[in-house]
């Protein structure tokens, strides 16, 4: 069982950065492959990044793409999505993700999901 617990959410300017960090418990979390996906309102659950276990290997989402990065710290337990130059179609709940890879991108194949936390981009 992992629980996964977000945090860093909130209200940026368009142009800003902001880090977003997830806690997953458990003993096993370093087994799993880690993922962020969003949320927007009247919008189905997209994913934006994902890393394997190791940390190795990182894919991200087009819409991303050299603005977003994602990290882990096996020894931490942590890990995190760093976002830069945001912009207001990035407002969306994000959503911190445990399953494995490669289907980890796709939202059907997650084991587990954190609650999520909410990212407000203003213009």
């Known amino acids: 069982q992992v629980k996964l617990v977000e945090s860093g959410g909130g209200l940026v300017q368009a142009g800003g950065s902001l880090r977003l960090s997830c806690a997953p418990s458990?003993?096993?979390?370093?087994?799993?492959?880690m993922g962020w996906f969003r949320q927007a309102p009247g919008k189905e659950r997209e994913f934006v990044a994902a890393?394997?276990?190791?940390?190795?290997?990182?894919r991200y989402a087009d819409f991303v793409k050299g603005r977003f990065g994602v990290s882990r710290d096996n020894g931490k337990n942590m890990v995190y999505l760093r976002m830069g130059s945001l912009k207001p179609e990035d407002t969306a709940v994000y959503y911190c993700a445990a399953g494995r890879w490669p289907v980890i991108m796709n939202p059907n194949e997650i084991d587990y999901w954190g609650q999520g936390t909410q990212l407000t981009v203003s213009s």
């Open positions: 458990g003993r096993s979390f370093a087994t799993y492959s």
């Open positions: 890393i394997t276990e190791s940390g190795g290997i990182t």
